[in-house]
């Protein structure tokens, strides 16, 4: 989602989104990559928010990281962290789709079918029925790059496992303002060469 927002002279550095089921190793990713680039004319721009804490301890001596101000990209792709938190105030069972997040371990719709057919049949209503236990509803993030196949899946699987679906745009105003700033105190982080990203 950002390379369209960028210009020719912005190198952009895009990272396997499967390695958020390891916050772990998306920090140690992270941090190779900053030291990577860094140097003491240089901004890097983080496109994450804390991501299970991912980003949290991520340094750089001698560049200022600037990050937005979000729980994970979720936030980032609706605009804001208030508007990630009010939805999910409403409702906390939200599970989150997003077109680049199908055909990855992000899907857990997809991920419930892998390996079911090793599973005996009668059990196999039970087993789904524990992954999903703590959702109720699916939020499709609607983007300009939303394929029709993935927007028609989205109501299958809302249908299947009988939860309600949920669509909603995604705003790039706020990655637009990471790229372009301005860099307000109440949406982002910006900070000097040696500070850590805290946990905020």
């Known amino acids: 989602m950002l390379e369209p927002l960028t210009d020719n002279e912005t190198e952009i550095r895009v990272l396997d989104i499967g390695l958020h089921i390891d916050p772990a190793k998306l920090r140690g990713r992270i941090s190779k990559e900053v030291a990577d680039m860094e140097d003491e004319?240089?901004?890097?721009?983080l496109g994450y928010g804390l991501c299970g804490r991912a980003v949290e301890g991520?340094?750089?001596p001698r560049s200022?990281?600037?990050l937005p101000k979000v729980d994970d990209c979720v936030g980032a792709l609706l605009g804001s962290r208030q508007r990630h938190r009010d939805l999910l105030?409403?409702?906390a069972g939200c599970y989150f789709l997003e077109q680049e997040w199908f055909e990855t371990k992000l899907n857990?719709?997809?991920e419930i079918t892998r390996g079911l057919e090793r599973i005996p049949p009668e059990k196999r209503e039970s087993i789904v029925g524990l992954m999903l236990k703590h959702y109720n509803t699916i939020v499709l993030l609607e983007s300009d790059n939303l394929s029709p196949e993935n927007e028609s899946l989205s109501l299958t699987y809302s249908i299947k496992y009988d939860m309600q679906l949920?669509?909603?745009?995604?705003?790039?105003g706020l990655l637009t303002r990471l790229i372009n700033g301005p860099w307000s105190k109440e949406e982002f982080l910006v900070l000097p060469p040696g500070m850590p990203v805290p946990f905020f």
């Not at 004319?41 to 721009?45: G, H, S």
């Not at 949920?166 to 790039?172: A, E, M, P």
């Open 89 to 91: 105030n409403r409702n």
């Open 64 to 66: 200022t990281i600037v």
């Open 58 to 60: 991520v340094v750089s």
């Open 108 to 110: 857990i719709f997809a």
């Open 41 to 45: 004319d240089t901004d890097i721009l």
């Open 166 to 172: 949920i669509r909603l745009k995604t705003d790039s």
